[in-house]
């Protein structure tokens, strides 16, 4: 049994989506990953537009509708069975999105219970053995093992070791039980 | 240096003095931490008036006027010159009350900084070498050194070492820094 604590954006909420169709919408021009190759997105765009993209991720509601990333409940429910869940996000970046995060979280995770739940800034703070993350900052602040999850904005980095996808993240926890 | 975790409500927050208020107001009984004698709350007062409190701090802006707990302004202060704080408090049980607790750290506790607030459940996920808390269960989740912060509902409880106040947790980090 290890415990694992699990990322919300990027990694079980597809936030980039969201950002990359308000960005088709203010500009015309369509983003994608290959384009800012491994760049982060506030360093690709004109300041003006990067100042409206994060006003959006700001407002209350921004959180409330993103999609699901693809297998992350189908894996976790799974890793449940074996292991100690913790979803750990850093909601103090956008301090208006607690209740929208959390009720995202009850609507997609129900599975995941409150207790489970954390809010934080620094991930230092976190005391699981595992942490998967697409934030290589928030993995060297990490105590533990962390895992990267593939982003955009982290596709250069060769700190961690790397998931691409939630098929990954349980290949790999199948590895380390064997 | 040490990092040190410290609750909201009970330790910081006086969340006690307006649950005893509203009794009053409820009843026209006054209680006092010595009628409770290291009961809970809801093991003293009727059902009825235990579910009415409960609901009163279920409300969005419960946490909103809550008085500081005497010194604890300055002795978190002054202990950050040589440590690092963390506040760490159980919001989940209290799902609406983020916002509401958040703005509360903003106004009266402005110079401990964002990333350093943490949201969680269960305690065990806090990484920090002490926690000063007023709730035995969080201290027994904690894998650090638990600190019993006085509260009327643990007057009973010998397994932690205990604080009666803001003057002793400063008195008790000096000893353990000479």
Redesign the interface.
């Known amino acids: 049994m290890a ?1 694992i ?1 699990v990322d919300m954006d990027g990694v079980i909420a597809n936030y980039v989506k969201k950002q990359f169709a308000f960005h088709q919408r203010l500009t015309g021009f369509t983003l994608s990953h290959k384009k800012l190759n491994g760049q982060k997105l506030r360093h690709y765009v004109p300041e003006d537009i990067g100042n409206k993209i994060t006003a959006h991720m700001n407002e209350e509601s921004f959180f409330l509708d993103l999609e699901v990333i693809s297998n992350s409940q189908q894996v976790l429910k799974e890793l449940q069975k074996e292991h100690e869940i ?1 979803i ?1 996000t850093a ?3 956008f ?2 999105s ?2 929208a995060k ?1 009720q995202w979280l009850k609507k997609h995770f129900s599975f995941i ?10 991930k ?5 053995d595992y942490l998967i993350d697409d934030q290589p900052y928030n993995l060297q602040a990490f ?1 533990g093992k962390g895992i990267l999850f593939s982003a955009y904005h982290n596709l250069n980095n060769n700190e961690f070791e790397r998931v691409n996808d939630w098929e990954e993240v349980s290949e790999y926890f199948k590895r380390i039980s064997v």
Do not use: W
């Open positions: 415990r604590a913790y750990a909601a103090v970046e301090p208006l607690f209740n959390y219970n409150d207790t489970h739940i954390v809010f934080c800034g620094d230092s703070v976190i005391h699981t105590k």
